[in-house]
């Protein structure tokens, strides 16, 4: 199987996004603003909500793909970076789950 991660989709996110909306995808979307991005990756989580439920394991993997891509250019259109999100998962990784859950319900 090919090394190809996280981070290199990022990349390959910030490098879309410096493209032409005639080539770009991803261009497109941001062009469109952070609430079109919100709005497709809205669609893509209940495309692999749906797959789930369906235990269909090809079309879900697809999705997930989907649903990561959209997630990255939501993050890019607000100018957060996988890294940040990285930190965040850190700092939860200190606790249960459980103990984490219950503390986010204070915020």
Do not use: N, P, W
Request: glycine share 6%; charged share 30%; aromatic share 2%.
């Amino acid at each position: 199987m090919a090394s190809f991660t996280l981070h290199d989709l990022e990349q390959r996110v910030k490098a879309r996004a410096q493209a032409s909306a005639d080539v770009s995808y991803t261009r497109r979307l941001l062009d469109q603003g952070v609430d079109r991005c919100a709005k497709k990756l809205g669609e893509e989580a209940i495309e692999t909500i749906l797959a789930a439920i369906a235990e269909d394991r090809e079309r879900l993997i697809a999705e997930t793909g989907d649903l990561i891509y959209h997630l990255l250019v939501v993050l890019a259109a607000r100018g957060i970076a996988l890294a940040e999100v990285e930190a965040e998962l850190a700092k939860r990784s200190q606790q249960s789950g459980l103990e984490e859950k219950a503390g986010r319900q204070h915020r």
